[in-house]
């Protein structure tokens, strides 16, 4: 096997089921011995017997070398094997094909392309080779042939069907894990994004209201606490999968952090319009918008509006957005997954729009 596959597929393919087969294939060359024996004697036999054992010995070797994807090794191997089948003829006669079996079976799997027409041929000599040479018939050869290559390649093929089975899960697990970070990755940024920037802005004015004001700022900086435990809620929530982000508990916070900035909010109360099945995206949407708001738009008024199968905000700010970098980008996911619109840019003559539309 390859280094490079997976460790479950190797001990599949080294394991006890190829073992098992590779020791069935000796049972050939075991049948073989008796022919050598019914048509040989003395030396001759002797010498039979010998090549059949060598022939064992070679086989065992390629074997190994093709459980260990070693080609260098299997078809020098392969090729003796083959000399050894044609040397055993004139001891075993026609029972020698059974060793031709051997060397069929171990080629086919390997040579998908000549496959048919070696088995054919393999099968015909088995048929043809000792009617002409010694008048009797090789039936049997040629079915054992045919049926043992048959076993063999089924064999093979649940091999490389069960290595792309495991490198496919593989593929899947992979693919799953990048997938759980891209969302980790995206709802980090949407959920600190918000947080932070309602934090920033909040300690920001108690900061400016701590000498004209400290009741006001202590009340500001209590939310700043509220906020950051938030924060940290929202996190734990996202890395562990379970957050809830709803259009109506979206509009709230954004309310009070538009209120922080000193923007004028034109945000709706109510959300019963929208479905249920769709609060969930639109509360992204407004989140994200309101808090480009909060962080670059300058504004003064800012408006969100929710329809049955759209939201929208607008800013009458400078009229930009910084270019789409991973918030926009995340969001634009978001809405392609849930089969909707997104366009986001600037309005005439001054302010920018996000709206998505399902």
């Known amino acids: 096997m390859d280094r490079t596959e997976p460790a479950d597929v190797q001990r599949w393919v080294r394991g006890w089921r190829v073992m098992v087969l590779d020791a069935g294939m000796l049972v050939y060359p075991a049948v073989t011995v008796p022919g050598v024996l019914q048509h040989s004697a003395g030396h001759a036999a002797v010498a039979g017997c010998a090549i059949v054992a060598v022939f ?42 059974f060793l031709a079996t051997v060397v069929v079976s171990l080629a086919v799997p390997r040579l998908p392309r000549y496959s048919g027409a070696l088995v054919a041929v393999a099968a015909l000599a088995a048929l043809v080779v000792p009617w002409v040479a010694w008048d ?22 649940a091999i490389r069907a069960n290595a792309a089975l495991v490198e496919a899960r593989a593929e899947v697990a992979r693919l799953a894990s990048e997938a759980e970070r891209t969302r980790i990755a995206r709802d980090l940024h949407d959920l600190l994004g918000h947080s932070l920037t309602a934090i920033t802005v909040k300690s920001t004015l108690a900061r400016r209201l701590l000498d004209a004001d400290k009741a006001r700022a202590g009340e500001e900086m209590t939310e700043v606490e509220t906020l950051a435990r938030q924060a940290l809620t929202d996190v734990r929530a996202a890395v562990s999968g379970y957050r809830e982000v709803t259009l109506a508990g979206e509009l ?20 019963d319009v929208v479905d249920r099945a769709r609060q969930e995206l639109f509360g992204w949407v407004v989140r994200e918008g309101l808090t480009n708001v909060a962080r670059h738009a ?61």
């Open 56 to 97: 064992v010995g070679c086989y065992v070797l390629a074997a190994r070398a093709a459980a260990q994807r070693a080609p260098r090794r299997f078809w020098p191997l392969l090729g003796v094997l083959a000399v050894l089948f044609a040397a055993a003829l004139p001891f075993a006669h026609a029972e020698a094909f």
């Open 136 to 157: 009797t018939a090789g039936w049997t050869q040629a079915v054992a042939l045919v049926f043992t290559v048959l076993v063999v390649h089924a064999f093979a093929e």
């Open 252 to 271: 709230a916070r954004g309310r009070e952090l538009l209120r922080a900035c000193g923007v004028t909010a034109d945000l709706p109360t109510a959300t």
């Open 298 to 358: 300058r504004a003064t008024r800012c408006a969100v509006t929710v329809t049955e199968s759209t939201v929208e905000v607008v800013d009458d700010g400078v009229g930009g957005s910084p270019e789409e970098g991973s918030g926009l980008a995340g969001l634009r996911e978001r809405v392609k997954a849930a089969g909707g619109q997104f366009r986001a840019g600037p309005v005439r003559p001054r302010g920018w729009r996000l709206r998505v539309t399902l």
